[in-house]
């Protein structure tokens, strides 16, 4: 700014002005950890900033109950869900970044859903299992949390039908009836990111379906006794 009283007499000031940057944050993509590893925690490293210094960040969980770990105040904390966020299947967790200076009533946030799949639980039924050997016995496991199911037999091929069910049927091949018996393995997988398969096994035990004779037949006068020793 220049000010003059006359052409010969003048007073010349100037000013400088710091434009300050606004903060830009992202809390990262959404993901999901298995239940499972919810006592290591979730290193929240996708997360993201336009400015590292001249900055504060501060994180919190939305209708959540777990805790951060003493590094809540920087970018890339570890979240340790708690049984709340267990039990929904997700937590909310949101990232502030307020700049120091001008820009301080200007903070910028970011959101990130965090799923929480549950662990995968399997049973494959009864076993072991007796059945004669001209019938069929249908399977009856039982699973939560899977994403697939698959039945495979130690004796002949394609004596299981609709193996990828919980309830296939097993039909005896001529050969599993020569064995006496059968070994029947139902493997469940996870969720992902769950890993490690639940693999169950039931044995059936093929019984030799049994003879009966009863003898020829007789005729015999009223009052007679008849002799079935034959």
Same mark, same amino acid.
């Given at each position: *700014?220049?000010?003059?009283?006359?052409?010969?007499?003048?007073?010349?000031?100037?000013? *400088?002005?710091?434009?300050?940057?606004?903060? &830009?944050?992202?809390? $990262?993509?959404?993901?999901?950890?298995? *239940?499972? &590893?919810?006592?290591? $925690? /979730?290193?929240?490293?996708?997360?993201?900033?336009?400015?590292?210094?001249?900055?504060?960040?501060?994180?919190?969980?939305?209708?959540?109950?777990?805790?951060? =770990?003493?590094?809540?105040?920087?970018?890339? %904390?570890?979240? /340790?869900?708690?049984?709340?966020?267990? #039990?929904? $299947?997700?937590?909310?967790?949101?990232?502030?970044?307020?700049?120091?200076?001008?820009?301080?009533?200007?903070?910028?946030?970011?959101?990130?859903?965090?799923?929480?799949?549950?662990?995968?639980?399997?049973?494959?039924?009864?076993? %072991?299992?007796?059945?004669?050997?001209?019938?069929?016995?249908?399977?009856?496991?039982?699973? *939560?949390?899977?994403? #697939?199911?698959?039945?495979?037999?130690?004796?002949?091929?394609?004596?299981?039908?609709?193996?990828?069910?919980?309830?296939?049927?097993?039909?005896?091949?001529?050969? =599993?009836?020569?064995? $006496?018996?059968?070994?029947?393995?139902?493997?469940?997988?996870?969720? &992902? %990111?769950?890993?490690?398969?639940?693999? +169950?096994?039931?044995?059936?035990?093929?019984? #030799? &379906?049994? +003879?009966?004779?009863?003898?020829?037949?007789?005729?015999?006068? +009223?009052? +007679?006794?008849? =002799?079935?020793?034959?």
């Amino acid at each position: *700014e220049t000010k003059a009283a006359s052409s010969n007499c003048t007073a010349t000031n100037a000013v *400088e002005i710091t434009v300050a940057p606004l903060a &830009e944050v992202s809390a $990262g993509a959404n993901d999901s950890i298995c *239940e499972s &590893e919810v006592a290591s $925690g /979730y290193r929240l490293d996708l997360a993201s900033s336009n400015m590292l210094t001249d900055v504060t960040f501060s994180w919190s969980s939305l209708s959540g109950d777990g805790n951060f =770990d003493t590094t809540s105040s920087e970018l890339n %904390p570890i979240y /340790y869900p708690g049984p709340t966020d267990v #039990s929904n $299947g997700s937590v909310t967790l949101q990232l502030t970044a307020t700049p120091t200076g001008a820009c301080a009533l200007s903070p910028d946030t970011s959101e990130i859903t965090l799923t929480i799949v549950p662990v995968l639980t399997a049973d494959a039924g009864l076993s %072991p299992v007796e059945i004669c050997e001209n019938s069929t016995y249908q399977l009856n496991g039982v699973a *939560e949390n899977y994403a #697939s199911i698959s039945w495979s037999t130690s004796g002949t091929a394609g004596t299981l039908t609709s193996a990828n069910t919980l309830t296939p049927v097993y039909n005896p091949s001529p050969s =599993d009836v020569v064995n $006496g018996s059968v070994t029947l393995t139902m493997t469940a997988e996870p969720i &992902e %990111p769950c890993t490690g398969p639940v693999v +169950e096994q039931v044995v059936i035990t093929l019984i #030799s &379906e049994p +003879e009966a004779f009863a003898g020829n037949n007789k005729s015999i006068c +009223e009052g +007679e006794n008849v =002799d079935l020793s034959d």
